[in-house]
């Protein structure tokens, strides 16, 4: 077992965490290394909805090897020597735990509610009679076509690579992509690659690929719905912002 305290300088560290039984869990999450073993489960439980007691947290290396168990609670998480890309997987050993048989990752395993076709047409507002209204309405707004160049001016100050927040939301990311996508009216778009999967897809977009990004992290927009400057990565887990 790693037994040398990583503490001073940079006194924080970057872990992706995995969870033992929701197998589409992983996120990357900061630790201050100064902070105790139980103080890490606070946080995770947070993510995870793992209760500490029921907690186990194993630590792999960016190779896939495990190094150890966290085992003692009182030790600083500086103690087991994490370092930057370190991998800590939660160990749920509550058998009765609400992530326990695997009906958080596969939805089929959850009963649905089933409504017939004529049942659902017979209601006075659905989804789909709203989807037909809206339609109508957008046909009679692109009436109004916009110039072929819409936002260029916009675009001049907002590069590929730029941090950003965007509207709605505050939602935080980078710039992917600056200019025209098709069929998606005139003028230019940008893509953002949000830090959180808040997003509708990967940079595809009806077929066509815009940007690379992990799945739901995908979002564009018109420029004037983007800022640009220094909008660092949000830490979900700082006391402050829960």
């Given at each position: 077992?790693?037994?040398?305290?990583?503490?001073?300088?940079?006194?924080?560290?970057?872990?992706?965490?995995?969870?033992?039984?929701?197998?589409?869990?992983?996120?990357?999450?900061?630790?201050?290394?100064?902070?105790?073993?139980?103080?890490?489960?606070?946080?995770?439980?947070?993510?995870?909805?793992?209760?500490?007691?029921?907690?186990?947290?194993?630590?792999?290396?960016?190779?896939?090897?495990?190094?150890?168990?966290?085992?003692?609670?009182?030790?600083?998480?500086?103690?087991?020597?994490?370092?930057?890309?370190?991998?800590?997987?939660?160990?749920?050993?509550?058998?009765?735990s609400v992530s326990s048989g695997g009906w958080l990752d596969d939805?089929?395993?959850?009963?649905?509610?089933?409504?017939?076709?004529?049942?659902?047409?017979?209601?006075?507002?659905?989804?789909?009679?709203?989807?037909?209204?809206?339609?109508?309405?957008?046909?009679?707004?692109?009436?109004?076509?916009?110039?072929?160049?819409?936002?260029?001016?916009?675009?001049?100050?907002?590069?590929?690579?730029?941090?950003?927040?965007?509207?709605?939301?505050?939602?935080?990311?980078?710039?992917?992509?600056?200019?025209?996508?098709?069929?998606?009216?005139?003028?230019?778009?940008?893509?953002i690659q949000l830090d959180e999967p808040l997003g509708k897809h990967?940079?595809?977009?009806?077929?066509?690929?815009?940007?690379?990004?992990?799945?739901?992290?995908?979002?564009?927009?018109?420029p004037e719905k983007v800022k640009v400057g220094d909008y660092p990565?949000?830490?979900?887990?700082?006391?402050?912002?829960?």
């Amino acid at each position: 077992m790693a037994s040398r305290l990583q503490l001073g300088g940079n006194d924080t560290v970057l872990l992706r965490v995995t969870h033992s039984n929701i197998k589409g869990f992983s996120s990357e999450v900061r630790f201050d290394l100064e902070m105790s073993v139980e103080a890490a489960k606070e946080k995770l439980w947070k993510k995870c909805g793992t209760s500490v007691d029921s907690m186990l947290l194993e630590l792999y290396d960016d190779a896939g090897s495990k190094i150890c168990d966290l085992s003692d609670n009182a030790r600083p998480l500086g103690f087991y020597s994490p370092l930057n890309g370190y991998h800590i997987k939660v160990i749920d050993r509550d058998p009765s735990s609400v992530s326990s048989g695997g009906w958080l990752d596969d939805t089929s395993l959850v009963e649905k509610y089933k409504i017939s076709e004529e049942a659902y047409n017979k209601l006075n507002s659905n989804f789909r009679k709203f989807k037909e209204k809206l339609l109508s309405q957008n046909a009679m707004t692109h009436e109004k076509k916009l110039p072929e160049n819409y936002a260029d001016d916009l675009c001049k100050s907002i590069k590929v690579g730029d941090r950003c927040e965007v509207e709605p939301g505050e939602k935080r990311g980078v710039v992917k992509f600056v200019g025209k996508v098709e069929n998606r009216g005139p003028g230019f778009w940008i893509g953002i690659q949000l830090d959180e999967p808040l997003g509708k897809h990967d940079g595809m977009v009806n077929g066509r690929r815009y940007f690379e990004c992990l799945p739901q992290h995908g979002i564009l927009l018109r420029p004037e719905k983007v800022k640009v400057g220094d909008y660092p990565e949000r830490d979900p887990f700082d006391e402050e912002e829960i």
